[in-house]
């Protein structure tokens, strides 16, 4: 199926570090949507983009929606044990709003 | 406010059965998307209901199916399970239909088939 292209595709950090990952297509998105995913668990949505060029913040964290709107990238900073997980990229497909997916970037990080 | 609830969490199935899955959305939400997640492919759509219409199809064969109730809550059926059909299912909720809105997922349903 339909994919983004995210990477990195994991990241070993100590505590304490930024974080950077991105997410790019070659389709246009009017929405992009940021996700982490703990084992097991649902995906829980921490950002919600809808316009090209808006860099949004959530706490430690902050998204830009791509001027292109074919891309987007998260960052986390100052990284503490519990942003351990899998952090998607989702963009809104045009033509109905379905999701599609990035493949997901797994975050480590030593305390 | 209650989020996605979705059950059961856990099922395990024999091959050529079918089951029910149930999602209830956010109260007040009338899109409800179904989605599959394996390891090898990812998060792939399934399909997506609003005011219990089938508005989109990903392209899964049409032994996986859903409908959605006047309440908004949705089920989704797989008949004749497949080793493959092992996956989570996940549920979103979203308050309307559209390419601008956010869509929250409920905890999932782990089914393997045996």
């Known amino acids: 199926g339909q994919q983004l292209n995210q990477s990195p595709q994991s990241m070993f950090i100590q505590e304490g570090e930024d974080v950077s990952m991105n997410c790019t297509s070659s389709s246009i998105f009017n929405t992009w949507l940021w996700y982490k995913q703990d084992p097991g668990e649902g995906p829980v949505l921490l950002i919600a983009l809808y316009k090209a060029g808006e860099l949004t913040s959530n706490g430690r964290l902050t998204a830009q929606f791509g001027i292109t709107r074919k891309d987007s990238f998260l960052n986390i900073s100052a990284s503490i044990p519990s942003d351990v997980g899998i952090y998607f990229c989702a963009g809104r497909d045009n033509q109905g709003g379905k999701l599609i997916f990035g493949q997901g970037t797994e975050l480590s990080v030593k305390p | 406010k209650a989020g996605v609830t979705q059950t059961p969490r856990y099922l395990i199935k024999t091959r050529g059965q079918q089951v029910t899955l149930s999602c209830s959305p956010i109260s007040g939400h009338r899109s409800v998307s179904w989605y599959q997640q394996t390891p090898g492919q990812g998060l792939q759509f399934l399909f997506e209901y609003f005011s219990e219409t089938q508005r989109n199809k990903g392209n899964f064969p049409g032994r996986f199916s859903g409908r959605q109730f006047s309440n908004s809550r949705s089920e989704m059926n797989v008949s004749t399970l497949e080793l493959g059909d092992s996956a989570l299912y996940l549920c979103?909720?979203?308050?309307?239909?559209?390419?601008?809105?956010?869509?929250?997922f409920g905890q999932g349903t782990r089914l393997t088939v045996v």
């Open positions: 979103a909720s979203s308050l309307y239909r559209g390419t601008s809105t956010e869509a929250f």
